[in-house]
C-alpha cells in the first residue's frame, strides 16, 4: 500500500516567520497568488533601528494576515515594538514549539517553517503585555535583582559575624532587625557590652546576659573592615531599592486600583502586588481561564503520562519571575489566619516545604484570577469577618456608649 503524504492545509493567504537574531533578522513572507499558486519570498535585514525600521516599511506593504517570531532570548522585544508601532501585532512563539523536526537548522529555513506553521494556524502566541508593563518589567526585575544581591550581602554579614565568634543569630531571631542592626553598628564603633545592651528591644525573649554571653568575640581589624563594608553596602541597596519601589508605583499610577485590590489577600503587599501586575497584566482576558494562567506561569502540575502510568508531575518552565513572586507571597500567607495557612499544614506534612509552597503559590494565581477577573475584594472562606469586626472595634463601642448614656457607666 503506498503512503499518503500529508500536507498543512493553508488557513490564511499571507504568513510571515521572522528568525531574529541580535545582529541579524531573517524574514520569509508566503503569500497567495490570484490563482492558488504561492510565492515565497526570503528578504534579511539588520538588527539595528534603520534596519528594524525597514522591516517594518517591508511588512506593512505586503499587508500579511499573521506575523510569526521566536521568542529568542530579548531579542524579539525591539523588532516587536517596531511592528507595534505601524500596527502590526506579531505572535510570540515558544521557540521550544517549533523545533521539533530535524534537519531544518538554517536562518532560512527557519523562518519559512515559522510561516508554514503560521500560515496553517498551527502557533498560539504568547502573552505580550501593553507597552507600559513591559518598560516597568525593566525596574520589576531589576528590583529582584537587588533583593537576591541582598539577601546575598546580609548572609555573608552573619557569616563574618560567626567567624569572629560572635553569635548573635542565636540570641535574635534576625539579625538585620532594629536591635541587630544597632548592636552591629556598636560593635563597628568599638562600644562596650554594657552599652551594646542598651540597643536590644524590650520584646528580645533572650535575657541580657546571654545576649552578653553571645557577643563575646574575637573581631580581628580585618573582620571590623570587612563588617564595616558590608554594612555600607546593605545600607546603599536598602537604599536603591526604596527608589525603584518608588518608582515602580510612579510607572503603575494608572493600575493603581488593581494593586489595592490584590493588597486585600493574604501575604501580599503593595509591592507584590504591583510586581504581579507587571507580569500579568490586570487584564485577565488574557487567558482563557485560570488553569491557563497557572500553564503560563509554569505553576500548574506537571502532565506526562505513557501507558496508564503517570511517570512526573514536576512543574515545567515558564515565568521565573512571577513564580519567584507568587512563592515569596505564599511564604508570608503561610504564616496568617487564613485558608492558605491550613492548605499549607495539610500539605507539608506528606508533600515537604517546597512543594507545598509550589501548591499554595498556585492556589494564591488562581485566587488572584477569579480577583481580577470580578473586580471584588478578597474574601476568606476560613474567618468570620462579622465577629473579627466585633472583636477589634468592641471596646471603643462600649466606651462610646457609656460615654453618651446608652450604657451605665
Not at 30 to 53: A, S
Not at 117 to 122: E, K, N, P, T
Not at 132 to 142: K, M, N
Not at 300 to 314: D, H
Amino acid at each position: 500500500m503506498k503512503a499518503k503524504t500529508i500536507e498543512l492545509t493553508p488557513i490564511f493567504k499571507s504568513a510571515v516567520g521572522l528568525d531574529v537574531h541580535q545582529a541579524k533578522i531573517t524574514a520569509c513572507a508566503i503569500v497567495e497568488q490570484e490563482d492558488g499558486t504561492h510565492e515565497v519570498i526570503f528578504k534579511e535585514f539588520g538588527g539595528f533601528k534603520k534596519d528594524r525600521k525597514l522591516l517594518a516599511q517591508w511588512l506593512s506593504s505586503l499587508h500579511p494576515e499573521v506575523v510569526v517570531m521566536e521568542s529568542t532570548g530579548i531579542y524579539w522585544k525591539s523588532p516587536f515594538a517596531a511592528l507595534e508601532k505601524v500596527g502590526i501585532v506579531a505572535l510570540v512563539v515558544n521557540a521550544r514549539h517549533v523545533k521539533q523536526v530535524p534537519g531544518r537548522k538554517t536562518d532560512i529555513n527557519d523562518a519559512q517553517w515559522l510561516a508554514m506553521l503560521a500560515r496553517s494556524g498551527l502557533l498560539n502566541g504568547s502573552f505580550i503585555p501593553p507597552s507600559t508593563l513591559r518598560t516597568a518589567r525593566l525596574i520589576s526585575r531589576q528590583r529582584q535583582k537587588l533583593v537576591g544581591i541582598l539577601s546575598a550581602e546580609k548572609n555573608r554579614l552573619h557569616k563574618v559575624l560567626t567567624d569572629g565568634g560572635i553569635r548573635l543569630s542565636v540570641v535574635l531571631s534576625d539579625i538585620n532587625g532594629k536591635s541587630g542592626r544597632a548592636i552591629i553598628e556598636g560593635l563597628l564603633e568599638g562600644k562596650t557590652t554594657a552599652e551594646l545592651l542598651q540597643f536590644v528591644d524590650r520584646r528580645v525573649k533572650a535575657s541580657n546576659e546571654e545576649i552578653g554571653d553571645a557577643l563575646q568575640g574575637e573581631l580581628t581589624p580585618s573582620h571590623l573592615f570587612v563588617l564595616n563594608e558590608l554594612m555600607e553596602h546593605i545600607k546603599a541597596l536598602e537604599i536603591k531599592i526604596r527608589r525603584f519601589d518608588n518608582q515602580l508605583l510612579k510607572e503603575l499610577f494608572d493600575y493603581k486600583p488593581a494593586i489595592e485590590l490584590l493588597q486585600t489577600m493574604p501575604g501580599i503587599d503593595q509591592i507584590g502586588a504591583a510586581m504581579l501586575i507587571v507580569e500579568m497584566g490586570s487584564d485577565m482576558d488574557a487567558f482563557k481561564s485560570a488553569n491557563h494562567l497557572a500553564s503560563w506561569t509554569g505553576l500548574c502540575p506537571g502532565n506526562n503520562e505513557s501507558a496508564g502510568k503517570r511517570k512526573s508531575g514536576k512543574i515545567r518552565k515558564g515565568n521565573p519571575w512571577i513564580r519567584r513572586i507568587l512563592c515569596e507571597c505564599a511564604h508570608a500567607a503561610k504564616r496568617t489566619e487564613c485558608m492558605f495557612k491550613q492548605k499549607y499544614q495539610a500539605l507539608v506534612i506528606r508533600r515537604g516545604t517546597k512543594r507545598a509552597l509550589v501548591a499554595i503559590a498556585h492556589k494564591l494565581l488562581k485566587t488572584i484570577f477569579a480577583l481580577l477577573k470580578s473586580g471584588e475584594c478578597y474574601r476568606d472562606s476560613t474567618i468570620n469577618y462579622e465577629e473579627l469586626s466585633v472583636k477589634r472595634n468592641a471596646p471603643r463601642w462600649i466606651s462610646k456608649l457609656k460615654e453618651f448614656g446608652y450604657m451605665p457607666a
